[in-house]
Nanobody, 120 residues
């Protein structure tokens, strides 16, 4: 059974940093991704990374501030978030896809989410 479990969310002041983790089990995932959903908005893509970490893609508003990485030995993907803004407040979801395209658009698996709240 595939499981994706996020951790690392919390409350942080604007300008601060958080590092989210997602532990994956029950399968081998070629591409991993992070999405987020703010109150009253649709879930949106944040970042994705392929198996060997060579290919990474970011949503425009997080480029230069967020960094996605993965440790395949630990089956874990990370999202380092720096210079956080109030508008980054959302539930952040980990996702996995059999292909990079699936991870970016229609992931095969989802985690339960972790809340990130940025105070202004």
């Amino acid at each position: 059974q595939v499981q994706l479990v996020e951790s690392g969310g919390g409350l942080v002041q604007a300008g601060g940093s958080l590092n989210l983790s997602c532990a994956a089990s029950g399968g081998t995932f070629y591409a991993m991704a992070w999405y987020r959903q703010a109150p009253g908005k649709e879930r949106e893509f944040v970042a994705t990374i392929n198996w060997n970490s060579v290919s990474k893609h970011y949503e425009d508003s997080v480029k230069g501030r967020f960094t996605i990485s993965r440790n395949n030995a630990k089956n874990t993907v990370y999202l380092q978030m720096n210079s956080l803004k109030f508008e980054d407040t959302a539930v952040y979801y980990c996702a996995a896809g059999r292909t990079l395209e699936r991870a970016r658009g229609d992931p095969d698996y989802w985690g339960q989410g972790t809340q990130v709240t940025v105070s202004s």
